[in-house]
């Protein structure tokens, strides 16, 4: 029989808490789409996407054409054509057919905070359908487990949230199809997992670097239903909707003006003072933290990483790669929450690995702290957390939310979001190193055992 506490229902108070978190949201959405499409100009980068889902819809070049402050596109070509339908068109052309861009902005909004609940859902469903635990599997639908685990992650990392959306950034979308990778590695569906991995590809092109992971567990049906995904993604739908040949330029374009240059391979200068730069925005990334450091002046920082800072940045990020790999080891086993921590460590990896890290690209830590928080939880029959636990969360919020204030821009600059994410990885780390050690001492336990009994 399962304790009382494991049942328990959400008390008045709790039920009063999600119904501020709602209403919360709804003003929250208010100001959003008043600052993004009421204001004397369009804020955030939702026009960007609009602007070049015009373009689609027009036959126009989607990498050249510019929004109202002057920005470019600088995605693969998916994105554009699924936001077709919200299109924005520049000044001056005909509107008629064309959605108002207030609504649109609703709409954008919506989406994202449909994904952002899905996504977490969808993850926290399945570690909850793959436990060991009696108290997890017996638990009331809606009961305080359920919603714990649901909502202490998004509060957890509400700050980098709140901040992709008010900027009406695609992170919420791409961190839904993040967990509905590691969900489906989970539920053994492996073919399906490629596919929502593909997907997240095809939005973004900085989870390729993610194709470590099945290659690393040797899942090949993961790698097949990848394949197949960006296929489609990045192939068949660009080239129904654009042609074969304007497809392939459009490719080439996109290394020419934004990989290249990100990479250091190109002298493209298109991108460089909207998004490339160092000194462009405030990347949390490994290479703008270090450079940062080394420039502590804003006024006389170098606009670019020199190659030694790039070298170094990514000899660290490949480092902390090898590191979380090495410690989940290289024999196959069976899927659970090791794989749900290496695929978050790995994600935090990628974050730091890219020359271009918004502070609320920080979202994408839920992966880690939600399993954490699972394991924690897990027999229990409370949900307290551990001293540790409530530090981790505590220092994590801290450094995503100083960085943020007015006035405190040497802590943006010196990356204190950074290390804050770097605190999260960590502990993601030494959670799969507990889970590696668990279970090799059970495998020496099993086999003594089977060496008394023969």
Aim: hydrophobic content about 50%; charged content about 15%.
């Amino acid at each position: 029989m399962l304790p009382p506490n494991a049942l328990s229902r959400l008390t008045r108070m709790e039920k009063c808490f999600l119904g501020t978190l709602v209403l919360g949201a709804a003003l929250f959405g208010a100001i959003v789409v008043l600052r993004t499409a009421f204001l004397s100009r369009h804020m955030g980068d939702l026009g960007c996407y609009l602007r070049t889902a015009w373009a689609v819809r027009a036959g126009a070049d989607i990498y050249t054409i510019e929004d109202d402050n002057h920005w470019h596109y600088s995605y693969p070509p998916l994105l554009a054509i699924l936001l077709t339908p919200l299109a924005d068109p520049p000044p001056g052309v005909d509107c008629a057919g064309m959605m108002p861009f207030g609504l649109s902005a609703a709409i954008w909004y919506l989406i994202s905070l449909a994904c952002l609940l899905l996504g977490v859902n969808v993850l926290a469903g399945a570690l909850e359908e793959t436990s060991s635990s009696q108290q997890v599997h017996g638990q009331p639908l809606r009961g305080r487990r359920w919603w714990a685990l649901r909502l202490v992650p998004i509060l957890a990392c509400l700050p980098p949230i709140a901040h992709t959306l008010m900027r009406g950034q695609v992170n919420l979308l791409l961190l839904a199809l993040l967990c509905a990778t590691v969900a489906s590695v989970l539920r053994g569906q492996s073919f399906r997992a490629g596919l929502w991995l593909a997907g997240a590809i095809c939005l973004k092109i900085i989870p390729a670097f993610l194709l470590v992971y099945p290659v690393w567990r040797r899942d090949s049906k993961l790698l097949a239903g990848a394949a197949a995904g960006l296929l489609l993604g990045l192939g068949i739908i660009p080239a129904l909707t654009f042609g074969p040949r304007q497809t392939m330029e459009q490719f080439a374009q996109l290394g020419r003006v934004l990989i290249g240059p990100s990479l250091g391979m190109s002298a493209d200068e298109s991108r460089a003072k909207e998004l490339i730069n160092v000194t462009a925005t405030d990347s949390q990334s490994l290479v703008a933290t270090l450079h940062n450091t080394l420039h502590l002046e804003r006024a006389t920082r170098p606009p670019q990483a020199s190659s030694g800072e790039r070298l170094i940045s990514f000899a660290v990020g490949g480092f902390l790669t090898v590191a979380a790999l090495a410690t989940y080891g290289w024999r196959k086993r069976r899927a659970g929450p090791a794989d749900v921590a290496l695929f978050g460590a790995l994600v935090l990896n990628m974050l730091l690995l890219s020359p271009v890290c918004h502070l609320h690209y920080f979202c994408m830590s839920i992966l880690v702290i939600m399993v954490l928080l699972a394991w924690r939880w897990q027999g229990q029959e409370s949900l307290r957390l551990s001293f540790g636990l409530v530090a981790l969360l505590f220092v994590n919020l801290c450094a995503n939310v100083l960085p943020l204030i007015p006035g405190l821009d040497a802590l943006r600059d010196c990356g204190l979001a950074m290390y804050g994410t770097l605190l999260v990885w960590g502990s993601g780390v030494l959670f799969l190193w507990r889970q590696t050690r668990s279970r090799a001492s059970l495998s020496t336990a099993n086999r003594a055992e089977i060496r008394a009994a023969a």
